[in-house]
């Protein structure tokens, strides 16, 4: 997640206060992606030092500093959300790490493995469906961050089920 990109997209829509872009942050991404006050003001220090966003008053500091985008943040902002993710090589994931590690470590049962994680999974996709059925149909980024973790939980069951078929189908190791 870029936090950088996602506060020029809040200050696109007009000037805001370091404190502000936390909540409508968090209030935009459903409540999900808790953010530090403090990681949004190194943030907009880093984005002022590129020319991306400017002060509203240069000689406030804290919550009372004010800060807008500037031409060039609203191009990079454009340019961002144009750019695909980079899809060349295959993110790291724990979990296909776990599974992987789990082959060859002695005494572990790989299938425990696989079940273990299956099992949380499920367990929070039964926690995301209760949150989508609570939510408001009106709060649409809630509903939008909800439906991509399902899908994001789903897929990742789906794998494990595969694996743990791929890891049933394996010949059996032999002792020498």
């Known amino acids: ?29 459903g409540e999900v992606w808790p953010l530090n006050v403090g990681q949004v003001y190194t943030t907009l220090q880093r984005l002022e030092r590129d020319g991306l966003v400017e002060s509203e008053d240069i000689q406030a500091e804290g919550p009372q500093k004010g800060f807008r985008i500037t031409a060039v943040g609203s191009s990079e902002l454009a340019a961002w959300l144009r750019t695909p993710p980079d899809a060349a090589l295959p993110p790291r994931d724990e979990l296909v790490i776990k599974v992987l590690v789990a082959l ?35 709060d649409i980024g809630v509903g939008l961050v909800v439906d991509a973790e399902l899908f994001r939980l789903e897929a990742a069951v789906r794998w494990l089920d595969a694996a743990d078929a791929r890891l049933t189908r394996r010949p059996a190791t032999t002792s020498v």
Request: charged share 30%.
């Open 1 to 29: 997640m870029s936090v950088r990109h996602a506060l020029l997209a809040l200050l696109a829509e007009g000037p805001k206060f370091g404190l502000q872009l936390r909540q409508e942050f968090e209030e935009r991404t």
């Open 104 to 138: 060859t470590v002695p005494g572990v049962d790989v299938h425990e493995v696989v079940q273990v994680h299956r099992r949380h999974l499920i367990e929070a996709m039964q926690r995301y469906t209760r949150l989508k059925a609570d939510a408001s149909e009106q």
